[in-house]
């Protein structure tokens, strides 16, 4: 009787390698879907990957709020129009092009910019303050570049670079107030922080209404739904200069991701690995002051964008600053836009501020986070 010699794992047939499916080092299948969330190392191809997601997304929902409104022009005519002002030429302009390219597409424009500003803004300021709820509208930089605005339409409403400039000021000015409040005897305290930016924020809303209340100019008055967060003045003949300024700001950001991860650890093993502290925290400090400033100054007030976005960046992709900078800044565009076109078609002929919409997002989570600080 013949022994059967055991067939060893080196002899038995393999399946072809272009017959078998992409796989990872387990074995498992590998879904583009599983690569495209898996938690890892911000690798070029997963930031590659991540951002052409994110991006084909918010050119998507970019066509649906140019599709949207308070009269819904249908998908086809949309993309007509859009062809012949990115492709080809206009021989006469129609209604439907009167309202997709000149009224909705400058605000769909000031949306996606407005909520990457913002979203980068909130991860700055979170990975310097090592504080996930840290955010532009709750330590009240945005609120101090709401009363910059204020004041530059007050004394110089004919300069058009004096809002953004006075916007500016404020969030700086206040950004570095509220960061000197937390400071005490034994360093900043998260409970502090939010505290300043709390009392501070408060502070300056009051000053705002109380500007707002003095002036006579009764066109004033209609600023306070603008201060709630508005993007139909579509960047009032600004909006080159806004987008301009967010565009070198978000690079200069995303310039600092690695410095910014090893902050992220602690200042002083920063220091031991060669970190020039102050002047990184400076450089983003100035750059989410900037930001902040710019927005606020043509859009109003949208708040929790900041806190929102880079917290659900991190929850998904992880923390690495190389990722969730331009993550960030692809979902807050996506976020704002989407809120932007709910506040538009729910109530429709009426509209709502952004601002309530983003908030009605936000709150619960900025609650939940509170619990876990």
């Not at 707002?212 to 009032?236: E, I, K, Q, T, Y």
Request: hydrophobic content about 55%.
């Amino acid at each position: 009787m013949m022994c059967r010699r055991p067939v060893s794992s080196l002899e038995r047939p393999r399946t072809p390698v272009a017959d078998s499916p992409t796989r990872l080092e387990g074995g498992s299948p590998r879904p583009l879907l599983r690569v495209l969330f898996e938690r890892g190392p911000a690798t070029p191809r997963k930031v590659g990957l991540v951002c052409a997601f994110l991006g084909a997304l918010a050119l998507g929902v970019a066509f649906l709020a140019l599709h949207l409104g308070s009269e819904p022009i249908p998908r086809a005519i949309v993309g007509r129009v859009l062809w012949a002002h990115l492709f080809g030429r206009v021989e006469e302009l129609t209604a439907a092009e009167v309202i997709i390219w000149r009224i909705r597409a400058p605000r769909v424009v000031l949306g996606l910019t407005a909520g990457a500003a913002l979203a980068i803004a909130g991860a700055l300021l979170q990975a310097l303050l090592r504080n996930p709820l840290a955010e532009p509208y709750v330590l009240g930089i945005s609120g101090g570049a709401a009363l910059g605005a204020i004041v530059a339409i007050v004394g110089w409403g004919d300069v058009p670079w004096a809002r953004p400039l006075l916007a500016f000021v404020g969030a700086a000015l206040t950004t570095a107030l509220v960061y000197a409040m937390s400071r005490g005897r034994t360093g900043m305290a998260t409970e502090r922080l939010v505290l300043a930016g709390v009392i501070i924020a408060t502070l300056l809303w009051s000053g705002i209404a109380l500007v707002l209340a003095l002036v006579p100019n009764p066109h004033l008055r209609g600023l306070v739904f603008w201060m709630m967060g508005d993007l139909s003045g579509g960047g009032d003949g600004v909006l080159p200069l806004v987008v301009g300024i967010v565009v070198v700001a978000s690079a200069v950001a995303y310039t600092q991701a690695r410095t910014l991860n090893l902050l992220m650890v602690g200042e002083e093993e920063a220091r031991v690995l060669g970190v020039e502290v102050e002047r990184v925290k400076t450089l983003a400090y100035f750059v989410a002051s900037l930001l902040a400033g710019v927005i606020v100054s043509v859009s109003g007030a949208i708040g929790f964008v900041g806190l929102v976005v880079p917290h659900l960046v991190r929850l998904l992709w992880g923390a690495d600053n190389r990722l969730v900078i331009p993550a960030a800044a692809l979902s807050g565009a996506i976020l704002v836009t989407l809120a932007d076109t709910l506040a538009r078609t729910a109530l429709a002929p009426r509209e709502l501020p952004v601002g309530a919409v983003t908030a009605m997002l936000g709150v619960p989570i900025f609650i939940a986070l509170l619990r876990r600080v």
